[in-house]
């Protein structure tokens, strides 16, 4: 589990940097991670980042295929776009406005 | 080092769930100050950083306080202090509605309730949680907050806190932070036994990676009273991601069913261990892998659920649309996790009495830290948050001025200097890290000997990870990131040894899984009592104290 930074989109806003719960991504003229086998996979930095240049996926550990998940925050939704290594993707969109239902 | 002197009135360790709310908390009853030290930055810090999937701890309508506190007992076989539970039950629902006040969104029925999932849990966004409690705290002025400090170690004397030490992670500043009063909120530990996936993966595991024990180990080495350390946590999991199984079991109703179709939870009992129990014996006796039968769920519920999941594990998501297979189509195999300690689901912890002050004087616990009380959950440690804060509000008037060992932390920091000023050491942190999570998973019941340990098999891990220990002041670090992981595995180190000994005490199994000795694979009377311990002059001295 872990993150890729698109380093041509990051604008170095540090805003990734400051929420990690384990203070893993350092910011230079951009955006990095030093350890990516320290990473939780807790997305926080994907949903913080404004220019979608963080993508988490699965370590091939666990059976990840490629896939990258970026997130887009637009007033309260929050819209998960997830690229297939097959060059397809899929968008789900979550209200953050809404309860669970499960 | 640079060194920096902080003075406060109440300090707060950890600005997670239980050390914002007491933040929170204690403005409402003092107008003392109050600091936050935060070893990563407090939006997203912690077990909330992803979101929860439900409120685990809520009394719905028709259920008291003390049905909770039943419950919780009788899913830990007795080994729960019921003074405790009652005490936190009756604080539930009290920090739900100031939660939903603060903007937390709940499910809600067409009269307005709450919607229950079965008597104690209600749905919300839990995704949200953090960031809301987040805010508060950094609008309410009167709370200052150090992000980025981690804390290593309590400055005591004559059995009073009197402050703790720190250090940046970023750069080289040593702070010493004087209190009259302290709050412990640092989380349980994870990373002491060698996890599911222990390659590239090896933090994709179900605890935070980064609550490493820090305040279990603070506690162990200034003396404090910790109990019920046998009492591990292992959970059951979406295999691969670890993703939380409670939204497949209770959200749609899939039932564990073993490679044979066939549903064994009935054969092995209900409780928390037992689920767990069933699943490892299904798989030793040939009927693995198991599964969370979801095939047959409607295509809405498949959208239901990757929603939920996005809230709370989004690698679960990714991976049903990676693999492009819904749960629908496809079973969700899971797994037990590897043993946790993990005060807020077991009775791990600091001992404390029922305004949840420690055996240190003026140092309280809350949360996953705070031992004796099981079955937290958020809310749970929200509500011993709150208690804790307002006793240490009324602490702060009794805290005497007594001096402080200047020496004492003067070598705390030649000592810590020493581990960046060495030139680089042939013995890397991250294998002695290796070597004690194997070691863990070997000899002390890890995932490998599906979970199981005798008296043998534990002395050879205490000589282990003492031998690990010895190898600790040899270790270098070229930064302040580096010195960090040098101090997370030295609280892993010594959280083990307690681990380890408590164990050993408890000679019997009355919890599969949590403490499973095969030695002694029976529950025995002797044993219906907390197993306590506390380090005096460098050892470690076990108690035995009766059920309250
Ligand atoms: C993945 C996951 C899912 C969960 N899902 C649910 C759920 O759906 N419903 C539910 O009710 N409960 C759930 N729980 C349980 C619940 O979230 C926890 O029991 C509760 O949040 C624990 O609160 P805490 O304050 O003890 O720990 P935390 O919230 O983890 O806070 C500990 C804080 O201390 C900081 N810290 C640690 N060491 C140091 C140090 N040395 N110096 C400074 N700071 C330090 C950490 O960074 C962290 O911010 C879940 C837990 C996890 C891990
Ligand atoms: S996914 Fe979580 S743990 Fe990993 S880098 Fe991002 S914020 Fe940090
Ligand atoms: S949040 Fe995004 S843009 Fe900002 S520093 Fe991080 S990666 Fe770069």
Known sequence: MSILFE??????????????????????????????????????????????????YLGEDVGGKGGRMTARQESTLLHWQIAKSDGTSETITVDLKDSNKY | MESKIITTDF??????????????????????KVLIVEKAGIKRSGCLAAGV??????????????????YAVRDAGGIARRDLLLSMSEGLNR??????????????????????????????????????????????????????????????????????????????IFYTIYAKTVLCATGGASGLYKPNNPGFSRHKMWYPPFNTGAGYAMGIRAGAEMTSFEMRFVALRCKDTIAPTGTLAQGVGAKQINAKGE???????????????????????????????????????????????????????????????????????????????????????????????????G???????????????????????ELAAIAAAEHIGQARAVPVDQMGIANTKRWLEGFLGRSQSDI?????????????????????????????????????????????PLLSANNMRELLYILELRERLTLCKSVIAHLSVRKETRWHIFAERRDYPDKRKEFECFINSRLVGGELEVIKRELI
């Open chain 2, 263 to 361: 549903v064994y939870e009935s054969k092995y009992g209900v409780t928390t261990s037992q689920r767990i129990y069933g699943t490892v014996r299904e798989n030793a006796d040939g009927n693995g892998p198991c599964y969370l039968k979801t095939t047959g769920i409607t295509p809405a519920q498949d959208e239901e659920l990757k929603k939920a999941y996005l809230n709370m594990c989004p690698s679960q998501t990714l991976k049903w649309i990676e693999n492009g297979k819904n749960p629908s189509d496809e079973n969700v195999e899971i797994e037990g996790t590897e043993p946790y300690i993990v005060g807020g689901h077991t009775a791990s912890g600091y001992w404390i009495g029922n305004d949840r002050q420690t055996t240190i004087s």
């Open chain 1, 7 to 56: 380093s041509t989109r990051c604008i170095s806003c540090k805003k990734c940097a400051a929420v990690c719960p384990g203070s893993l991504i350092t910011v230079d003229e951009t955006a990095r991670i030093e350890h990516p086998e320290r990473c939780w996979g807790c997305a926080s930095c994907v949903k913080e980042c404004p220019v979608q240049a963080i993508g988490l």
């Open chain 2, 53 to 70: 999937n439900a409120i685990n701890a809520y009394i719905s309508a028709g259920h008291s306080p003390q049905d909770y506190v039943d």
């Open chain 2, 11 to 32: 300090l707060i360790i950890g600005g997670g769930t239980a050390g914002c709310y007491a933040a929170l908390t204690f403005c409402e009853h003092s107008d003392k």
């Open chain 2, 363 to 385: 140092l309280f616990a809350a949360g996953d830290v705070a031992g004796g009380c099981p079955q937290k959950y958020v809310t749970g440690a929200f509500a011993e948050g």
């Open chain 2, 428 to 472: 890397i942190t991250d294998t002695l890290e290796d070597e004690m999570q194997s070691a863990m998973d070997r000899y002390a019941g890890g995932i490998s000997q599906n979970y199981s340990c005798d008296e043998e098999c534990l002395q050879t891990a205490l000589q282990k990870i003492s031998g690990i220990e010895r190898k600790l």
């Open chain 2, 95 to 172: 920090t739900v509605r100031k939660l939903e006040a603060l903007g937390l969104t709940i499910l809600k029925d067409e009269n307005g309730g709450y919607v229950t999932r079965g008597w104690r849990n209600i749905k919300i966004n839990g995704e949200r949680i953090k960031p809301i409690l987040a805010e508060a705290v950094k609008n309410q002025s009167q709370i200052g907050i150090l992000e980025r400090v981690n804390v290593f170690e309590y400055i005591v004397k004559d059995n009073q806190i009197l402050g703790a030490l720190a250090v940046s992670i970023d750069e080289p």
